[in-house]
């Protein structure tokens, strides 16, 4: 599914008369959720996941062309761990 097709599912569930509505209930969504992520937040949301910022350490990796080793730098990362009801409900 699409960010247009999302937006179009969240107009006929929510009842709502325009796409122009739709999509700014979708953006209002991804906003809040980067907004608290790159404050450091956890956003829970019951049922469906967590999304949540982790730290990934130095490594070294290997450039698959040449075989050369190659030094990758620490980062931070947005992660999501999916709820028990969405397991539940793709399995």
């Not at 992520?37 to 049922?47: K, P, T």
């Not at 070294?60 to 980062?75: L, M, S, Y």
Request: hydrophobic fraction near 45%; charged fraction near 30%; proline fraction near 2%.
């Amino acid at each position: 599914m699409k960010k247009a097709e999302l937006v179009e599912a969240v107009m006929s569930a929510a009842s709502l008369d325009t796409k122009r509505q739709a999509e700014s209930a979708v953006e209002a969504v991804f906003d809040s959720i980067t907004k608290s992520l790159s404050r450091g937040e956890e956003v829970a949301v019951s049922g469906f996941g967590t999304f949540k910022v982790t730290r990934r350490a130095a490594r070294t990796g290997i450039n698959p062309r040449t075989g050369e080793k190659v030094q990758i730098a620490a980062k931070t990362v947005p992660k999501f761990s999916a709820g028990k009801a969405l397991k539940e409900a793709v399995a």
